[in-house]
């Protein structure tokens, strides 16, 4: 079964982990899925530091930003809705297995 991990809640201390040693290389905005800031963070250092600085004050609220666009947009629930069929796909197997097991326990005895 696979996750989409895109479609994940992002957490706060994920975002300042690789914000504060690699801020001004971008890539707490790549975790935030903005690519395109990412790429210009890259280029230009951060903004020329002063873009990182105000990430560093701001980034509480861009993760919660997300967080809420992601509920919003029930990427959440499409998630969910992946792994309940996939689930129920994996019962419907079980239930095939159970169902030779029994065949061949009957043609045993």
Known sequence: MTRNLALRPKEVWI???????????????????????????????GLIIVGW???????????????DELYENGGLEIEQEEEIEALEEEILNLREHISDLE?????QT
Do not use: E, M, S
């Open 53 to 67: 600085l105000y990430d560093l004050v701001t980034l509480v609220d861009q993760v919660d930003t997300y967080n």
């Open 103 to 107: 065949t061949q326990i009957r043609q």
């Open 15 to 45: 975002a300042y982990l690789l914000c504060v040693p690699f801020g001004i290389f971008g890539l707490h905005n790549f975790y935030l899925r903005k690519p395109l800031w990412g790429v210009l963070y890259f280029f230009t250092g």
